[in-house]
């Protein structure tokens, strides 16, 4: 399906900048240089709407894009990555202020996307997230990014692993990969049902 619109809305350097919609919106969590602003350009079948690099480190706001698919508008959310040493301590926990304070009162927020590198085991940093996300009601589900950096075989081995690692996210796993566009509309779908049902429990 097309993506009829793609644009930033903001970046944010502190909670006052977060805009003020009642759009759905989707958060991109996960380790520094695991694909969040990748994936998300795919999503939104944009080349270079997120900036993306392969300097860790990258993302260092919180950057809101209104995208619009079909006959859908959602905002997309790419957060600052986590867990890359280089960061001065100081400006590492700023960010991670920056993150909570979004995660722990967005209204808007229907859903997180945790990304994990095909590659690399799950990590005491994405069980503690997962965890914590779940006790703030935030549905999740675990996108499995870079696939195409493994064989077929390979690759089928390492996401059976990756599967038994942690318990079920609410969401479920999507395997992707951002570079050969695999998975991308599998993870529309997921995250389509996740709005969904966040909108029934509204309801309830
Ligand atoms: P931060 O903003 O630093 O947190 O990183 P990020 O998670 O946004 O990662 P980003 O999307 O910038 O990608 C990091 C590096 O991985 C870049 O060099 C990308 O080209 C590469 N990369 C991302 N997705 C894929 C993929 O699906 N396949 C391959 N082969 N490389 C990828
Ligand atoms: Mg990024």
Same mark, same amino acid.
């Given at each position: 399906? &097309?993506?009829?619109?793609?644009?930033?809305?903001?970046?944010?350097?502190?909670?006052?900048?977060?805009?003020?919609? !009642?759009?759905?919106?989707?958060? #991109?969590?996960? +380790? $520094? &240089?695991?694909?969040?602003?990748?994936?998300? &350009?795919? %999503?939104?079948? +944009?080349?270079? @709407?997120?900036?993306?690099? $392969?300097?860790? /480190?990258?993302?260092?706001?919180?950057? #809101?894009?209104?995208?619009?698919?079909? $006959?859908?508008e959602?905002?997309?959310? !790419? @957060?600052? /990555?986590?867990? #890359? =040493?280089?960061?001065?301590?100081?400006?590492? +926990?700023?960010?991670?202020?920056?993150?909570? $304070?979004?995660?722990? &009162?967005?209204?808007?927020?229907?859903?997180?996307?945790? *990304?994990?590198?095909?590659?690399?085991?799950?990590s005491?940093?994405?069980?503690? *997230? @997962?965890?914590?996300?779940?006790? +703030?009601?935030?549905?999740? *589900?675990?996108?499995?990014?870079?696939?195409?950096?493994l064989?077929?075989?390979?690759?089928?081995?390492r996401?059976?692993?990756?599967?038994?690692?942690? =318990?079920?996210?609410?969401? /479920?796993?999507?395997?992707?990969?951002?570079?050969?566009?695999?998975?991308?509309?599998? %993870?529309?779908?997921? @995250?389509?049902?996740?709005?969904?049902?966040?909108?029934? !429990?509204?309801?309830?």
């Amino acid at each position: 399906m &097309n993506v009829r619109r793609a644009e930033l809305m903001i970046s944010c350097a502190r909670p006052a900048q977060f805009p003020v919609t !009642d759009l759905p919106e989707i958060a #991109f969590l996960g +380790r $520094s &240089n695991v694909g969040k602003s990748s994936l998300l &350009n795919a %999503l939104a079948q +944009r080349k270079a @709407l997120a900036r993306t690099s $392969s300097t860790p /480190g990258k993302t260092r706001l919180i950057h #809101f894009f209104d995208v619009v698919r079909g $006959s859908r508008e959602i905002i997309l959310v !790419d @957060l600052p /990555g986590y867990g #890359f =040493a280089k960061v001065p301590e100081r400006e590492r +926990r700023s960010w991670q202020r920056l993150v909570e $304070s979004y995660l722990e &009162n967005r209204p808007p927020l229907k859903a997180a996307v945790l *990304l994990q590198d095909i590659r690399r085991d799950f990590s005491e940093d994405e069980t503690l *997230l @997962l965890d914590w996300l779940a006790e +703030r009601g935030v549905q999740t *589900l675990v996108a499995i990014t870079k696939c195409d950096k493994l064989k077929p075989m390979r690759r089928k081995e390492r996401i059976r692993q990756l599967k038994k690692q942690i =318990a079920k996210p609410p969401g /479920g796993f999507v395997a992707t990969s951002a570079g050969k566009k695999i998975g991308v509309e599998d %993870l529309w779908r997921a @995250l389509h049902e996740m709005i969904l049902s966040s909108q029934d !429990d509204d309801v309830l």
